[in-house]
């Protein structure tokens, strides 16, 4: 395991003294854990890694940086490391930031987060304005301002900002590395609309926080914290707050005939959430009951759901830097400690 340690600098101490960082009675310097998936999107991160490396060290961090081999190592890091850091930025895709942060909620330690976004379609960056520009993204987490966000969690695993099940579901992990890295976000749509071909709908039952009840079929349905879905779903920024302890539910009705699949794709594409077709509503808590081959996915990565699903806000259980320019954007309120 120590050899799979990348240390940013074989003369650490000398070049941080230089820039006046460190002395022999002076200033401690801060400790940051890089956690990279170098294979996401076009492997950017990795081909940028040197310039991350330096923006950080410019900015007072002593830097170790880890690179994922397998899904699930980085969960796994940050929950053994996160007591031994006082930043973690991790650079990759959804999935990349779903297991930081499940490591670190795991953990029970509140070391702040930043995201280098590098994926393929980055949605939980997009909702949050993070610079697809890799280096301008390092900068605006040195210069950028913490927040505190909601975080899902899903029996006993977490999420970040979706739980989706159904129709474009299976899109976000059954989509190929390679499509994506040609198409990007239409590459979710291209397979989306093969999935139409094969629609499915799945008998469901809601149990509510208030105890009531719903019992329908349903063709989609997403826990979301986001104003973007795997690229093709899209909420406007008013309808999403971020940290305010709930989510939004979305659920697709099985359509009977063409005519109301079409309805049911245009409602969801124009946002028409007083549509027939859908459902939606703010929660904060809920228990899913479905069949046994009921497909589920966590930010984008597939799941395997229990047979009652018990599916809860955790408000304000993270910290995450952001852009100053989008405290403004979101009108979102700076973290206090």
């Known amino acids: 395991m120590k050899d799979s340690w990348l240390w940013a600098d074989q003369n650490r101490k000398k070049q941080v003294e230089s820039i006046g960082f460190v002395s022999n009675g002076g200033v401690e310097v801060k400790k940051l854990l890089l956690l990279m998936n170098p294979c996401a999107g ?12 330096a923006i950080f060290n410019r900015a007072g961090y002593d830097l170790q940086c880890y690179m994922s081999a397998a899904p699930g190592e980085l969960e796994s890091v940050v929950h053994r490391c996160a007591a031994e850091s006082d930043l973690l930025v991790c650079c990759g895709g959804d999935g990349t930031v779903n297991e930081c942060v499940s490591g670190l909620i795991k953990s029970g330690r509140n070391v702040p987060l930043g995201y280098i976004p590098a994926g393929s379609t980055n949605d939980f960056a997009s ?48 989509t190929s590395q390679e499509l994506k890295n040609i198409f990007g976000r239409l590459a979710y749509f291209l397979s989306g609309i093969q999935e139409l071909s094969q629609l499915r709908s799945y008998p469901v039952r809601i149990r509510f926080s208030d105890g009531s009840l719903m019992e329908d079929k349903f063709i989609f349905g997403a826990v979301c914290n986001s104003t973007s879905v795997g690229g093709i779903l899209n909420f406007s920024a008013d309808t999403v707050d971020l940290c305010d302890g709930k989510f939004e539910l979305l659920l697709a009705r099985a359509p009977k005939d063409p005519a109301e699949l079409r309805d049911c794709v245009l409602a969801l594409r124009k946002q028409s959430f007083d549509s027939p077709m859908l459902y939606f509503k703010q929660v904060d ?18 799941a395997i759901p229990p047979k009652l699903i018990q599916i809860s806000c955790l408000p304000s259980a993270l910290q995450f830097y952001i852009p100053r320019a989008a405290l403004q954007e979101r009108g979102i309120s700076v973290y206090s400690g």
């Open 285 to 302: 808590s809920l228990e899913i009951q479905g069949p046994e081959d009921f497909p589920w996915s966590l930010d984008g990565e597939k």
């Open 127 to 174: 909702t949050l304005h993070l610079s697809p520009d890799l280096l301008q993204a390092c900068r605006d987490i040195v210069e950028g301002e913490q927040i505190c966000l909601d975080v899902g969690r899903f029996g006993e695993r977490y999420f970040t900002y979706v739980a989706s099940f159904g129709l474009f579901s299976k899109t976000s992990y059954a």
């Open 42 to 53: 076009q492997k950017k991160g990795r081909k940028h890694l040197a310039e991350i490396i």
